[in-house]
């Protein structure tokens, strides 16, 4: 038998499943749901302002900009505006100032004060220039104010700046230079152009050359091309049971494709499965095999001409490794999402009751949505890690469904490979167990084995090892438990056959226990 977990007391079924609230769904506590397979996305029209959506959101259809105009944001008027040209202080007002300096500067002189102070006049301007020996006769230009302003003129003239009396010849050799070096370079540069367009024909533009579309081996380009005729989209139509689409991807030379139980599960007591190829052909396809718990199937197509992406080897995954995902998220078919590992052997239980699965999962922020089930997470070689099966959501919310928030799961790559070899070969998978019934009641950290005498199976793993009932078990293969689902998870991901270690608690002592997994008899 497999190991049990006994309800706490609020649960009113055996499964452990709560209550149903009227008209809503209770909230998960884990936050964890399948990536369900979906329908197309909805072509309801958009509705009007001040309307609310069929879901509740806000006003918009799904694709909504995501800024908003507001006349606010953008003054035509105020400080920090820069004046137009034909504002009142814009281009009028430099006309009429220059217009009055020019009358000014050019109109007849008018009879000069006497000069007993030394002042000497200008011969075309009312304006003195200044007493001898000042600051002009100096060579450094002087501001002086005007001594008379000509009748009719609107605006004062703006004050003259006197011209220094030393010749500058040097500023004006090296400008006459430096137009001459301009002027060689753009014909050069233009006769260059010029010979450029003969040799290519008339065009100026530079062309791609050979292999402009090619992409280095290893770039997620490169990898998404390779794998991308691999993996397919699944669409399941079995009537009452219900209809939607998944991802898969083809495993081997045989026709044999690799997906998620529950995308199919719908069909396995009848109903149509089609699976759609990368380049649009659309095959009829048939359950192998399936299993619950691991929340893997195989399905089989009547074609052998297909390429199979390779397994990798989960247990080489690292925390922030790139990947690299493909499905079909809301039904949008060959999408490519990125982004990294980022964590591992996450214990995730999605579903509930006889439809619960447990995965060992390897969390990744790459954008995993509805419809993205059963396709591969890929490494930085192409290699598949993992076959996406889950995602968040927020705790306490009641959605039956959700979208990314960057966390993902995937069921690792060395389960997978386990489980659809025996799906192959037996149609069923074997799952590895110790023979325990474990209390969800108990509060502490560990997994306690429920006190009762039938509590640990007689002749079971965990009999032979020495567990008892009361015991808590605190470690598994070196690594901390602290829930029984982590356990169960932990469990799960090892074969049958192998030899593990625990740590348990028995009246406040330590005690390491070793055990060999054995199959579950109730397969």
């Known amino acids: 038998m497999s190991e049990q977990v006994t309800p706490r007391p609020d649960q009113s079924s055996a499964s452990g499943d709560p209550e149903p609230a009227p008209r809503h769904t209770p909230p998960e506590p884990t936050g964890v749901i399948d990536v369900a397979s979906t329908q197309g996305i909805p072509s309801a029209s958009r509705p009007s302002s001040g309307q609310?959506?069929?879901d509740g959101g806000p006003d918009g259809d799904w694709f909504d900009t995501l800024a908003t105009e507001d006349p606010s944001q953008h003054p035509s008027e105020g400080p920090a505006v820069p004046a137009r040209a034909d504002s009142a202080w814009g281009?009028?007002?430099?006309?009429?100032?220059?217009?009055?300096?020019?009358?000014?500067?050019?109109?007849?002189?008018?009879?000069?004060?006497?000069?007993?102070?030394g002042a000497r006049t200008s011969p075309m301007s009312a304006v003195p220039l200044g007493p001898v020996g000042s600051a002009a006769s100096s060579g450094s230009p002087t501001w002086s104010a005007p001594q008379s302003v000509p009748e009719g003129v609107p605006f004062a003239p703006a004050p003259a700046l006197t011209e220094p009396t030393r010749t500058r010849r040097g500023p004006l050799v090296a400008l006459i230079a430096a137009v001459a070096l301009v002027a060689g370079l753009v014909g050069g540069v233009g006769g260059q152009l010029l010979n450029d367009r003969v040799h290519v024909g008339g065009s100026s533009?530079?062309?791609?050359?050979?292999?402009?579309?090619?992409?280095?081996?290893?770039?997620?380009?490169?990898?998404?091309?390779?794998?991308?005729p691999s993996v397919v989209t699944i669409k399941v139509d079995a009537g009452a049971q219900g209809s939607g689409t998944g991802s898969g991807f083809v495993i081997d030379d045989r026709g044999h494709v690799l997906t998620n139980n529950h995308v199919v599960g719908a069909a396995a007591k009848g109903g149509?499965?089609?699976?759609v190829l990368s380049n649009g052909d659309t095959e009829k396809a048939t359950i192998v095999g399936r299993d619950v718990s691991y929340d893997l199937a195989v399905l089989r197509l009547g074609r052998t001409d297909l390429t199979p992406l390779v397994l990798g080897e989960s247990d080489q995954v690292v925390v922030g490794d790139q990947v690299i995902a493909v499905g079909a998220p809301l039904g949008l078919?060959?999408?490519?999402?990125?982004?990294?590992?980022?964590?591992?052997?996450?214990?995730?239980?999605?579903g509930t009751g006889d439809e619960a699965s447990f995965m060992n999962a390897i969390q990744t922020d790459a954008a995993i949505n509805p419809g993205n089930s059963g396709g591969p997470l890929l490494d930085s070689s192409g290699k598949v890690i993992g076959v996406n099966s889950a995602i968040a959501r927020v705790p306490g919310t009641t959605s039956s469904s959700g979208g990314n928030i960057g966390l993902g799961f995937a069921i690792p790559s060395?389960?997978?490979?386990?489980?659809?070899?025996?799906?192959?070969?037996?149609?069923?998978?074997t799952h590895p167990v110790i023979g325990v019934s474990l209390d969800r009641t108990f509060s502490g950290e560990g997994a306690q084995v429920v006190g009762?005498?039938?509590?640990?199976?007689?002749?079971?793993?965990?009999?032979?090892a020495g567990v008892e009932p009361?015991?808590?078990?605190?470690?598994?293969e070196g690594k901390r438990v602290r829930t029984p689902d982590q356990l169960i998870v932990s469990i799960r991901a090892r074969a049958v056959g192998e030899t593990v270690t625990l740590k348990v608690m028995r009246d406040s002592k330590q005690i390491d226990l070793k055990m060999t997994l054995e199959a579950a008899t109730d397969q």
Request: proline share 9%; charged share 20%; net charge negative.
């Open 414 to 429: 060395d389960q997978a490979r386990r489980t659809a070899d025996q799906l192959i070969a037996t149609g069923k998978a």
């Open 452 to 464: 009762s005498g039938d509590a640990v199976t007689a002749n079971g793993p965990a009999a032979k």
């Open 333 to 350: 078919e060959q999408t490519v999402t990125t982004g990294i590992v980022s964590a591992l052997n996450r214990p995730v239980t999605p």
């Open 52 to 54: 609310q959506r069929s």
């Open 205 to 228: 533009l530079p062309e791609p050359g050979p292999g402009a579309t090619a992409r280095p081996s290893g770039s997620v380009a490169s990898i998404a091309a390779t794998a991308l």
């Open 91 to 117: 281009s009028d007002r430099a006309d009429a100032v220059a217009e009055a300096t020019h009358a000014a500067r050019y109109a007849p002189p008018s009879a000069p004060a006497a000069a007993s102070d």
């Open 470 to 476: 009361g015991d808590i078990i605190v470690g598994f």
């Open 272 to 275: 149509d499965i089609e699976v």
